[in-house]
């Protein structure tokens, strides 16, 4: 996957886990996709909204009201849908729910998968800033999605990290 689409999908909280629900079929209105997500209305419809607006979800011509309408996932959106239910299936229990919907969590994990400097993680992910990598890859490491080992060779030494147990198969989800 894109890594600029992945930033740009994962930057609403909601989005990964939308499409994951229009994958596995649940009805796709507005309605019972909250009812499934667990997600609050507001939250909710912005995230929907949003990945209306990167294409990857349509209205369902024929079907539904206009003001309660049906999606369908496009086929562009079909493909992420995908992704998006791997890494749904690579998490269990609300608290790492709550870290997977994290701005920088997936796009950090998706090119950690082998041994990276910190630099290189930035360079990778474009936009990100320095305090959010560095706030990201704390609370990875704390849950032990990513591990940090220390490359004595290089002078002065630096640390790698690297995706590891939930972490790696979430990686491992997004790069197929």
């Known amino acids: 996957m894109d890594i600029e689409l992945l930033v740009n999908i994962t930057s609403r909280a909601w989005c990964v886990r939308i499409l994951s629900l229009l994958h596995r079929g649940v009805p796709a209105r507005q309605a019972p996709l909250l009812a499934a997500s667990g997600a609050g209305r507001t939250a909710f419809g912005q995230s929907l909204q949003h990945v209306r607006d990167l294409g990857l979800i349509e ?3 024929g079907h539904g009201h206009p003001l309660r309408p049906e999606y369908r996932l496009t086929p562009k959106g079909a493909e992420i849908a995908a992704i998006a239910a791997r890494i749904d ?3 269990q229990g609300s608290e790492q729910e709550t870290l997977i919907r994290r701005a920088w969590t997936i796009p950090v994990l998706a090119v ?3 041994p990276r400097y910190f630099g290189h993680i930035k360079g990778s992910l474009g936009r990100i800033t320095d305090r959010a990598l560095s706030q990201s890859i704390k609370q990875l490491e ?3 999605w990513l591990i940090r080992r220390v490359d ?3 002078r002065p030494p630096r640390p790698l990290y690297q995706s590891a147990n ?3 198969l979430i990686s491992r989800a997004v790069n197929g």
């Open 89 to 91: 299936n690579s998490i």
């Open 166 to 168: 939930t972490g790696l």
């Open 152 to 154: 004595t060779n290089a």
């Open 142 to 144: 704390e849950k032990r």
């Open 112 to 114: 950690s998968e082998k």
């Open 59 to 61: 209205t369902n011509p």
